[in-house]
């Protein structure tokens, strides 16, 4: 229940590893395929910035104590800071809850390190 109840970044946070794992999974998960309606006239924010994102891969390194995301995000639909306007936040909570983990978070967006 705590892992639930603690996953919003304007309030929660990660109190243990199940719910930094939840936060993580959580917060990493934007692509194209969650956009429902493709009109493009019609997205948000939200649409804009997956439909945008056409690739993203989640890797955990063990050996390295890593997670990194990497994501590829066409910037001719969303750019790299309408991106940043709605995940920075959620990104720094990953950061912070890798650290529970015992790990380290690292973004990489179109082939450049971002954290």
Do not use: W
């Amino acid at each position: 229940m705590s892992a639930i109840g603690n996953h919003d970044e304007s309030t929660g946070g990660a109190t243990d590893p199940v719910s930094a794992a939840l936060i993580i999974a959580d917060k990493t998960d934007v692509r194209r395929n969650r956009v429902r309606d493709k009109d493009r006239a019609a997205f948000d924010i939200h649409d804009r910035v997956n439909y945008a994102v056409t690739e993203a891969k989640l890797k955990i390194n063990k050996e390295k104590k890593l997670i990194s995301l990497n994501l590829q995000i066409d910037e001719n639909i969303c750019s790299m800071y309408g991106y940043f306007e709605i995940f920075l936040e959620r990104m720094m909570f990953c950061r912070k809850s890798a650290e529970i983990l015992g790990t380290t978070f690292k973004l990489t967006a179109n082939g450049r390190k971002v954290l």
